[in-house]
């Protein structure tokens, strides 16, 4: 079994700064990290490939500095790596980076089951996953808390949602985004780390990928940043605390006395 | 400071911190007020490949020397040497089997201890015979292809938690010094059993058990080395393992200094923080100078012992002694610069003075460590010809 799992580096959220004046995050001095959903879904690889006879490559697209978090996860038992980086990848919306995401996988061409996290902490989207499941024209399911191996051709993916958790059967291939639940990453090993330092990384460019460049980075991006800016503060709020019965009676009241129509 | 060290020592470093960070550091003090053993820590540190350091590629470890085992003791001594004792002991116990095994008891039992699958403990204190190993009373008689085993042990250290036992036992009473040897006991072996977990002033994490000996029958293959060599194998063994007791006092010092120097600066009393008063600031100098000074100390003799000289004795003992000196003057002092918080089991520094105490009695005491650097002396000048005068 092939399982592919898409990592992300990210600024550490932990201590980013928001600059004042152009309400963007100051990305100077902060250092990078591996998304910490990808993390989980790097650990729930890893469980598969600790039971089963399956071979785990994790790809980011990213400068060539995300290399390091692809090392990293080496460390923890990931057994290869692929970076796609390309000058023509730079401004990627979701759109763009899951096509060219899917581009990676269809050259592995032998992956059986992706996973993804359940989204990234600076882009906060969660598109990008089930965006590649659509374009490699193959089943998905986010929110998954578990993951058992089936018959061979299929999956059964446990979904925690706000109702309750669901049990999905899918067939393979197919793509999964993870939650925490999934487990708690493992500790990376020595005998790891060494082969993931000298381990050769491969980078593949939208040639590689056969991608036209027009349909990668910011000329295949449907959308763009105009501006960011923290949503003004609004200031008009009160809170009504107190039993049903009371607070219904104090929000009547207050309507009356703002003149609200027809009370 | 800045200790040359390879890519690969760092990596050890790291890996090693990164565990103290993450699963010691946030469960010791629960793993001391409950007296529990740190299983999970224990799994976390095999899955990292760390209990092999020391143990040859062949054997299944990482091919390294008593210098990256030292690197990784002291970075989880920072965090707790209850956790790390655990931890070391399992070498404690592998090193009679290393330097003195058969190749089937090597084969058998050293791939085991370096993945972690099981640990290890040796054997020697009994009630009678702590700092004078001749003391000892269990006994291992021949019958046929087997030794009966008779006696007990005092305060080993994973007793009843290790699988793999490294034991003295007098082979023959006649041959005085000549006359105890070390074997493999494995739990479940007949006749082998542990008595009650020892409550102790600290590492309680921990687990001091006795070791109960009633006509334990084991296969005379268990036998290290040859009969006879007991006391040189124990010799031998305290001097590979007096180093990583040295880098637990390294660790810990380190531990407690970085607290107090932390503290130091926020602690605010006559509208100031404390490290502004100079007699806070000389004692954090001196346990910042004498932690430094026990860390190259320790560092330049384990990379010496790496070399494979001829006669360690003194210098092991000298690391053990000193590193354990500095732990318990660094972690008593950083008490004082707690104040009472410093008292309060809410701060992890009360803990680490109790831990400490164990540093200079285990492994031989400090003062045995002081007879023997006394006597190498002893004997290092008798040997010389000039005169110094
Ligand atoms: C409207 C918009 C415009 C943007 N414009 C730009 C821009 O101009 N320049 C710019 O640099 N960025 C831009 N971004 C950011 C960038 O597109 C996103 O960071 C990226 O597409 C991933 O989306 P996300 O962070 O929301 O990830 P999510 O969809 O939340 O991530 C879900 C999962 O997908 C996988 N994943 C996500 N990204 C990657 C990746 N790069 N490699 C491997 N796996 C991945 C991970 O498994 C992750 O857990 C823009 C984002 C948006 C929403
Ligand atoms: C928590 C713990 C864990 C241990 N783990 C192990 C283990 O895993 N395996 C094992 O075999 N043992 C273990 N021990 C035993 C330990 O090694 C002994 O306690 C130690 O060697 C000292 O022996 P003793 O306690 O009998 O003290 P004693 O030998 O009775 O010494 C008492 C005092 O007299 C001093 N003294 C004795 N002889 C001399 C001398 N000739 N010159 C000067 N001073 C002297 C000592 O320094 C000490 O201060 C452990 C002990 C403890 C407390």
């Known amino acids: ?133 659509a374009l490699l024209d193959i089943p998905y399911a986010t929110f998954v808390k578990k993951i058992d191996l089936g018959d061979g051709n299929s999956i059964r993916a446990i979904r925690q949602t706000d109702e309750g958790t669901e049990i999905w059967k899918l067939p393979t291939p197919a793509l999964l985004t993870v939650i925490k639940e999934i487990g708690e990453p493992r500790v990376p090993s020595l005998r790891f780390k060494m082969r993931a330092k000298k381990a050769e990384i491969p980078v593949w460019g939208a040639a590689d990928l056969g991608l036209d460049t027009n349909c990668v980075g910011l000329c295949g991006s449907f959308t763009q940043v105009v501006r960011i800016f923290s949503p003004p503060r609004r200031t008009d709020r009160i809170l009504i605390e107190g039993s049903v019965e009371e607070q219904a009676e104090r929000l009547f009241n207050y309507m009356k006395q703002s003149r609200v129509p027809g009370i | 400071m800045d200790y040359f060290l390879t890519e690969e020592q760092k990596m050890i470093q ?10 010691v550091r946030p469960t010791r003090a629960k793993l001391d007020e409950n007296d529990e053993f740190p299983w999970e820590i224990m799994k976390t540190l095999a899955q990292a490949d760390l209990f092999g350091l020391y143990i040859p590629e062949e054997y299944g470890g990482m091919g390294g020397g008593i210098f990256e085992n030292c690197l990784a003791v002291e970075q989880l001594g920072g965090a707790c040497i209850g956790v790390a004792t655990t931890f070391a002991a399992s070498g404690l116990g592998a090193y009679p089997i290393l330097l003195f095994g058969s190749e089937d008891l090597k084969h ?25 190993v001749s003391g000892i009373k269990t006994t291992a008689v021949k019958d046929g292809d087997h030794y009966i085993l008779n006696g007990s042990k005092q305060w080993i250290t994973n007793g009843g938690e290790a699988e793999i036992y490294s034991v003295l036992a007098i082979t023959d009473r006649s041959k005085g010094a000549r006359g105890a040897s070390f074997f493999v006991v494995e739990t479940g072996d007949p006749g082998f059993s542990f008595g009650k977990k020892e409550k102790k002033l600290g590492i309680r994490a921990s687990a001091t058990r006795e070791l109960i000996f009633q006509d334990c029958r084991i296969p005379k293959e268990r036998l290290i080395g040859r009969e006879g060599m007991g006391f040189i194998v124990a010799m031998k063994t305290f001097d590979k393992s007096r180093p990583g007791i040295a880098a637990l006092g390294v660790g810990l010092s380190q531990g407690a200094l970085d607290l107090a120097v932390e503290y130091a600066r926020k602690r605010v009393q006559f509208e100031k923080p404390i490290i502004s008063f100079q007699a806070i600031q000389h004692k954090l100098a001196d346990m910042a100078t004498k932690t430094e000074a026990a860390r190259a100390l320790v560092y330049s003799i384990a990379r010496f012992m790496d070399s494979n000289p001829n006669d360690v004795s003194k210098v092991a003992a000298m690391c053990k002694m000193y590193a354990a000196d500095v732990a318990m003057e660094v972690s008593t002092n950083a008490v004082q610069v707690l ?28 003062e045995i460590q002081r ?9 290092e000048y008798g040997r010389m010809k000039d005169t110094f005068f």
């Open chain 2, 14 to 23: 790291e890996l090693a911190a990164q565990i103290a960070a993450e699963k």
């Open chain 2, 339 to 366: 104040g009472g918080y410093g008292y309060m089991q809410d701060y992890p520094v009360e803990k680490m003075m109790r831990d400490a105490k164990i540093l200079q009695i285990y492994e031989g005491t400090n």
């Open chain 1, 1 to 133: 079994m092939h399982i592919a799992v898409c990592i992300k580096q990210v600024p550490d959220t932990r201590n980013v700064r928001i600059d004042p004046d152009t309400h963007t995050l100051v990305r100077q001095g902060v250092e990078s990290i591996i998304n910490p959903f990808d993390l989980f879904a790097v650990e729930a690889a890893l469980k598969i490939k600790d039971e089963n006879n399956a071979r785990v490559t994790v790809v980011t697209m990213g400068p060539p500095q995300a290399t390091e978090a692809l090392r990293d996860t080496m460390g923890l038992g990931v057994d290869d790596a692929v970076l796609l980086s390309d000058r023509a990848f730079a401004g990627s919306d979701t759109w763009a980076t899951s096509t060219t995401l899917a581009a990676a996988i269809k050259k592995m061409g032998d992956v059986d089951l992706i996973l993804c996290g359940k989204q990234a902490v600076d882009g906060d989207t969660a598109q990008v996953g089930p965006e590649m499941a």
């Open chain 2, 371 to 379: 007879n023997i650097i006394g006597q190498e002396l002893n004997k």
């Open chain 2, 108 to 132: 058998k039992y050293l791939p085991q201890i370096a993945s972690g699958k099981r640990l290890a403990a040796f054997g020697l204190t009994e009630p009678g015979a702590g700092s004078d």
